[in-house]
């Protein structure tokens, strides 16, 4: 399976980039059924996001952390938190950073997140589906409450598509900006969302610290 990399940093080091001028080819064979390939997908990712970040030197105040369908940076001292569980058939898999204490009941203000859904394969949820269970919500959720929302990446290439967008979410106390990169992949099946958060009054400052490195250098 070929991997691809988004982040101008990384480009030399890992000779790939998801960008909107595309990656590496897919597979034309046959695809097994689901169970079979959602086992498959898992091993085959987790091996080559593995060796891919292990081949590449986090920058400094940083180090790789492996997922199951990407690899991403994580801040030192930073905490990290992860879920996992199936609902209606599709799998979701949630790991979150911040420099705060969070849980739960009480979000992260400044934070980083990935949230990975599975679709289950051909006889279960296209890439493209899974995508619009997840748009669909947020402008429904957001849409009379959000500000100078903007999406400025949308882009299809080789099985995947990718959004990239940014809004303020003014239903938070204190009002947050967000930014969002979103990646359905029809070869296994799953939609990869990242997400980087911080109050309003302190964006740029996060943003310039943190945010920009963590977006920007996304092993997929």
């Not at 080091?13 to 898992?42: H, I, K, Y």
């Not at 879920?83 to 934070?111: I, K, L």
């Not at 003014?170 to 992949?185: E, F, G, N, R, W």
Request: hydrophobic letters at 35%; charged letters at 20%; proline letters at 5%.
């Amino acid at each position: 399976m070929k991997r691809c990399i988004r982040g101008e940093a990384l480009l030399v080091a890992a000779g790939f980039m998801l960008s909107l001028s595309g990656c590496g080819g897919r597979s034309t064979a046959p695809q097994p059924g689901p169970a079979e390939l959602q086992s498959r997908v898992d091993s085959a990712s987790h091996a080559d996001t593995t060796t891919a970040a292990a081949a590449m030197t986090a920058p400094g105040g940083y180090s790789w952390q492996v997922l199951p369908t990407c690899f991403v940076l994580q801040p030192d001292g930073w905490e990290a938190k992860v879920t996992d569980h199936t609902q209606n058939g599709v799998r979701h898999y949630y790991w979150a950073t911040s420099p705060e204490d969070f849980s739960a009941e009480r979000p992260f203000e400044t934070g980083f997140s990935v949230e990975i859904l599975f679709g289950g394969g051909i006889n279960g949820t296209s890439a493209d589906a899974l995508a619009a269970t997840v748009l669909t919500p947020w402008y429904e959720k957001f849409g009379k409450k959000m500000t100078k929302a903007e999406l400025y990446e949308e882009s299809a290439h080789n099985g995947y598509r990718m959004y990239r967008f940014q809004y303020e979410d003014t239903s938070a106390t204190p009002v947050l900006k967000v930014q969002k990169y979103l990646v359905a992949d029809s070869f296994d099946f799953s939609v990869t969302i990242f997400t980087f958060e911080s109050p309003v009054e302190e964006w740029g400052k996060n943003w310039g610290e943190f945010g920009q490195m963590l977006m920007d250098n996304v092993g997929l």
